[in-house]
């Protein structure tokens, strides 16, 4: 004999199953903590206020690779120790550094070594942005000019691209070596095939210089940028449909941007108005945290080679550490190779 039972979903008086009920009634996740004091601050004496520049940098083999005024300085992550690479003021692969010098002039430093290996020209005026891509190192100059150099030929560069009106100061290659996108002053966000001398895609929506440039490493073709004081904005791009699709108004000069490498998430860091660094979640652009402690524009934003940590600096000469992405488990380690809280870079 078989009985019938009261709860069976026939007779439910909603159309909402148990199943979901059951999801709809379990206690929410709660949000994930991040902390809003940084873990450690390094003072870094003559880290210029320049919107245009880009001065700091950490390498995949956990070093971070500063520019204090005519100096370029290498600190530690895991042992906290402070290197003068060079001091270019008074000079007559994760192992060789790439520093742009305000006399148009490019320097490759073996790091290991301390040794300058090279020294590249072209550009008529000062390098504020490089990027690697394998053995091509790409400059970006105030002449408004970007440069492709193959660091294994013995010609000083291979391509010139000649389309931004204004001081290039953003640069960036997406993971896989294909694309290039370049910001200016000139208020445009440009994307280049590798090989191509003009862009594939012009893009004019932002109102104020583009520097923070940034590739979605989960999702191909995607790209983020974010626009100066008078523009504020962070938008985000298809670069195989070339349209833009997505914005979000920040309120303050976006500087920075970078993507978490283990979740759908990126980090902006902000100047002119409230000098703030905060945390997103994409696509929704929901903020997950804002965190506060420059007292000037955050212009400095470098990850971890573990994709945990980030650093920002800022012309209030500090460096600060921040915890900000999670990292994959199996990456995870007791020990963070950081030690104190507050120290100098020199």
């Not at 069976?8 to 996740?29: A, C, D, F, G, H």
């Not at 601050?41 to 003559?46: F, G, H, K, R, S």
């Not at 956990?62 to 402070?82: D, E, H, I, P, Q």
């Not at 560069?157 to 640069?171: A, D, K, R, T, W």
Request: with cysteine; glycine share 8%; proline share 3%.
């Amino acid at each position: 004999m078989h009985f019938d039972s009261p709860s069976r979903q026939i007779y439910s008086t909603t159309p909402v199953s148990q199943e979901s009920r059951n999801i709809l009634l379990s206690p929410k996740k709660a949000p994930r903590s991040i902390s809003k004091v940084p873990f450690k601050v390094l003072d870094a004496p003559e880290l210029r206020d320049d919107f245009y520049l880009n001065l700091v940098d950490w390498s995949s083999k956990n070093v971070l690779g500063v520019g204090l005024g005519s100096c370029v300085y290498l600190w530690s992550a895991l042992t906290s120790k402070v290197t003068q690479l060079c001091d270019l003021g008074a000079q007559d692969s994760g192992s060789y550094l790439a520093v742009g010098t305000d006399t148009g002039k490019i320097q490759i430093w073996d790091v290991e070594a301390a040794r300058r290996v090279r020294t590249m020209t072209g550009h008529s005026q000062r390098v504020g942005v490089l990027a690697w891509n394998d053995h091509i190192l790409t400059s970006g100059s105030r002449d408004r000019n970007i440069y492709h150099r193959d660091v294994r030929s013995e010609a000083m560069y291979q391509q010139v691209l000649s389309n931004h009106s204004g001081e290039v100061c953003g640069l960036k290659w997406n993971s896989a070596g294909t694309q290039l996108a370049s910001g200016g002053n000139d208020n445009r966000l440009l994307v280049w095939e590798r090989d191509s001398t003009e862009p594939l895609y012009k893009f004019r929506d932002h109102q104020a210089a583009v520097k923070a440039i940034d590739w979605n490493p989960h999702q191909s073709g995607i790209l983020a940028s974010g626009g100066g004081s008078q523009d504020r904005h962070i938008r985000f791009w298809n670069t195989t449909s070339g349209t833009c699709i997505g914005a979000t108004d920040t309120g303050s000069q976006v500087c920075n941007l970078a993507w978490s490498r283990t979740t759908n998430e990126l980090v902006s860091t902000h100047g002119y108005s409230q000098n703030q660094i905060v945390v997103w979640k994409y696509p929704a652009m929901q903020q997950i945290a804002s965190l506060s402690g420059h007292t000037t524009r955050v212009l400095y934003l470098a990850l971890s080679p573990d994709g945990q940590t980030i650093v920002t600096g800022a012309g209030d000469e500090t460096l600060r550490f921040w915890n900000v992405f999670q990292k994959n488990k199996s990456e995870r380690k007791d020990d963070d190779g950081f030690s104190g809280t507050i120290a100098t870079i020199r």
